[in-house]
Structure formats: structure tokens, C-alpha cells
């Protein structure tokens, strides 16, 4: 064999492992964590407090489906008493019957801050901010 042909001998496996390397799937996110120092239930008061401090902006509220009334006043008492997920289903249901609703979407996720879900709650206050106020 030639000698010139010898240094893309030893270039071709390390081409070929940087090829390789560039198809490689990107590592998954990791789960969001909460603030130090922050308890879940401090950090859902906060979030109301300033919803109460932002109350200048003008809301406009349709007629409210009975139904999805029903389940956030349920989902409300359940979250009185500590029962997070029983609060997530209710809520869970009323989104199946309007997934666009922002104020259940909200509810949404701040129960899923209550529960350490801060992935799913980034996911649904956003989605809730991007539909209304």
C-alpha cells in the first residue's frame, strides 16, 4: 500500500466517529426543579398574590359552562384540604370539556405546582397566558 493513502487510514475512524456523534439524540430535559428555599404552597401563594396585584387589567369573561363550574369549585375544596390529585382529576375533567379555558388551565397549574409537576405547570400557565388573560 502507498504512503499517501496511510493518513486518510487513520483520519477515517475518527470522521466517521464525529459522524456518528453528530446523529447522537440530544439528552432529554431535565425535570424543572422549584426555586430553593420555596415550598410548593409559598410558591402557589405568590402566583395568586400577583394575580390579585394585576387585577387593573381588564377581564372579560364569557358565560361559564355549569359543568366546568361545578368541577373548579369541587377541585377548589379538594385543594382546601390537601387533596391535590383528587383537585388535578376535577380540574383534568373540566379541561376535557374545555381545553382552551384559561382560567381552568391556570387552576391547572397551580395545582401542579402543588404536587412538584413545575414541567407540566410551566406548560399549562404558559398555554393559559397565551390564550387570555
Known amino acids: 500500500m502507498s504512503t499517501s493513502y496511510r493518513p486518510f487510514r ?10 456518528l456523534a453528530a446523529c447522537a439524540q440530544p439528552a432529554p430535559e431535565a425535570p424543572k ?35 366546568i ?15 391535590y390529585k383528587d383537585a388535578a382529576a376535577k380540574l383534568d375533567q373540566a379541561l376535557k370539556r374545555n381545553p382552551d379555558a384559561p382560567d381552568v388551565l391556570q387552576d ?5 405546582i402543588y404536587l412538584g409537576d413545575f414541567q407540566l405547570a410551566e406548560k399549562l400557565a404558559h398555554q393559559s397566558w397565551t390564550l387570555g388573560s
Open 69 to 83: 363550574s361545578a368541577l373548579k369549585d369541587a377541585a377548589r375544596q379538594d385543594e382546601r384540604n390537601g387533596n
Open 33 to 67: 426543579q422549584p426555586p430553593p428555599g420555596k415550598s410548593n404552597v409559598a410558591m402557589v401563594s405568590e402566583i395568586r398574590a400577583a394575580g390579585e396585584r394585576d387585577k387593573s387589567v381588564i377581564n372579560v369573561h364569557p358565560l361559564i359552562d355549569p359543568g
Open 108 to 112: 391547572r397549574a397551580e395545582v401542579a
Open 10 to 19: 487513520l483520519l477515517l475512524p475518527a470522521a466517521l466517529a464525529g459522524i
